[in-house]
């Protein structure tokens, strides 16, 4: 399958060389990351979007990238303390930032009525933005509406990363992504 590469300028820097599939269309997006940073530069974009109560689902395999693009998305936001997956507890609560920043991961959670159980719902509804590491084990529980991420292995330094956007309101987000990312 043929390639485009796009070359992602903004005043803050060069995102770097990044692959973007022509089979991306108008509620998708799906980008070839190149490195740990430029995954990280890609959710920090996403992060400066980002507005109070969006939920954004990430998938993916071990080590695809998800908290590393968590990272980034933080730093977007303005969180300055560092991030890093939650191991026993559901979410890492972040406040530093222009919005709360909910990060949850699921991967220890057996399944959705126990992240219900132990205050999903709460962040659901919350003021902040939402990132749920591992969202596939509890998509029965997910509101509809919601940017679904899902990272694979490329191979040792790519990943690729698929953007879905369900619902007007992450169509319009995504729409800005692609704007600020790619120009
Ligand atoms: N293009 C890339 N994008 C993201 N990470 C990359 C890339 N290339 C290499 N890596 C490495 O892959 C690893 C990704 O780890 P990360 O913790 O983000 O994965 P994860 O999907 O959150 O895994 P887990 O399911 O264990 O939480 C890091 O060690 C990172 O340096
Ligand atoms: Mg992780």
């Given at each position: 399958m043929e390639i485009e590469t796009r070359f992602g300028w903004r005043e803050n820097g060069f995102l770097g060389n990044v692959i973007v599939s022509p089979v991306s269309n108008d509620h998708t997006l799906d980008i070839i990351s190149h490195s740990a940073a430029q995954t990280q530069r890609l959710g920090?974009?996403?992060?400066?979007?980002?507005?109070?109560?969006?939920?954004?689902?990430?998938?993916?395999?071990?080590?695809?990238?998800?908290?590393?693009?968590?990272?980034?998305?933080?730093?977007?936001?303005?969180?300055?303390?560092?991030?890093?997956?939650?191991?026993?507890?559901?979410?890492?609560?972040?406040?530093?930032?222009?919005?709360?920043?909910?990060?949850?991961?699921?991967y220890r959670v057996r399944g959705a009525d126990e992240a219900i159980g132990i205050g999903l719902d709460d962040y659901l509804s919350g003021d902040g933005?939402?990132?749920?590491?591992?969202?596939?084990?509890?998509?029965?529980?997910?509101?509809?509406?919601?940017?679904?991420?899902?990272?694979?292995?490329?191979?040792?330094?790519?990943?690729?990363?698929?953007?879905?956007?369900?619902?007007?309101?992450?169509q319009a987000l995504l729409d800005q992504f692609r704007v600020s990312a790619f120009g």
């Open positions: 920090a974009r996403l992060g400066e979007l980002a507005r109070a109560g969006d939920v954004f689902c990430l998938e993916g395999e071990l080590s695809s990238g998800k908290t590393c693009f968590t990272q980034g998305l933080g730093r977007g936001l303005g969180v300055l303390e560092s991030i890093h997956s939650p191991t026993f507890i559901l979410a890492n609560e972040h406040r530093g930032g222009r919005l709360p920043l909910y990060h949850i991961d699921v933005v939402c990132v749920i590491e591992w969202a596939e084990k509890i998509r029965a529980v997910l509101p509809p509406e919601r940017l679904w991420i899902k990272f694979r292995h490329v191979d040792a330094n790519k990943r690729g990363i698929f953007i879905e956007a369900c619902g007007a309101s992450y």
